[in-house]
């Protein structure tokens, strides 16, 4: 089943912009995190962001998470053509499961 | 280092033959592994996760089961492959239930 969901399925910007991709999920959780995945390829993990953390920063990324809203948002500031990918939200449930669910993703298209 | 290794790449099968995807993971020892699949443009689909050697826990009924023989070494089987079961497998594995999740490359599984 689907825990997170992308919002938006789809983002196309040009070089130099701003994309934020945000994720709901819909139960409690340990932490959500984000990954990245280029074309045929296995996902990578760019951050984790625990439930009692609100904001959380890596080069030019940076994640909030908002508990009460069940949301987070996943901010890629001054895009490249080389961030052209899909990005992924991932839940970690809380209650002692050890299942990591992910979202549909947000593809990204960085334009030069 | 730790690595993960995730064969073949590549796979085509008919209707109705076995199925056998491995992974292994080296340099870690009791790693959670999980298998995912995902359908062309999607998300990531639980398959099955494992904490513990023996310790399997299914999250889709489905002629696909999973087994762990040793304590890196995960294993997805279909005793006969169904048209549906298409897609790209991706075998994952965390050093614990609260940290990053580190992908192998993928199989792409075409049942014809």
């Known amino acids: 089943s689907q825990q997170g969901e992308e919002d938006p399925q789809a983002l196309s910007i040009q070089e130099g912009e701003n994309a934020t991709m945000n994720c709901s999920y819909k139960t409690s959780i340990n932490n959500l995190q984000w990954y990245r995945q280029n074309s045929g390829r296995g996902l990578v993990h760019l951050i984790l962001i625990r439930s009692n953390e609100r904001e959380k920063h890596s080069g030019r990324l940076r994640v909030t998470l908002d508990t009460s809203k069940k949301s987070s948002s996943l901010l890629i500031t001054a895009s490249r053509a080389a961030d052209t990918a899909s990005y992924f939200c991932a839940t970690l449930l809380s209650g002692g499961y050890n299942k990591l669910i992910f979202g549909a993703g947000t593809r990204l298209a960085v334009h030069p | 280092s730790q690595t993960i290794h995730q064969w073949p790449a590549t796979l085509v099968q008919p209707v109705g033959s076995p199925l056998s995807l491995e992974c292994t993971v080296e340099?870690?020892?009791?790693?959670?592994l999980y298998w995912y699949r995902q359908a062309a443009g999607r998300g990531l689909q639980l398959l099955f996760y494992?904490?513990?050697?023996?310790?399997i826990s299914s999250e889709v009924p489905q002629n696909l089961s999973a087994s762990r023989p040793q304590d890196r070494q995960f294993i997805l089987s279909s005793k006969k492959l169904l048209l549906s079961d298409s897609g790209f497998y991706l075998c994952?594995?965390?050093?614990?239930?609260?940290?990053?999740?580190?992908f192998g490359q993928g199989t792409r599984l075409t049942v014809v």
């Open positions: 494992s904490v513990g050697i023996g310790q």
């Open positions: 340099g870690t020892s009791n790693p959670n």
């Open positions: 994952a594995w965390s050093p614990s239930p609260n940290t990053e999740a580190f």
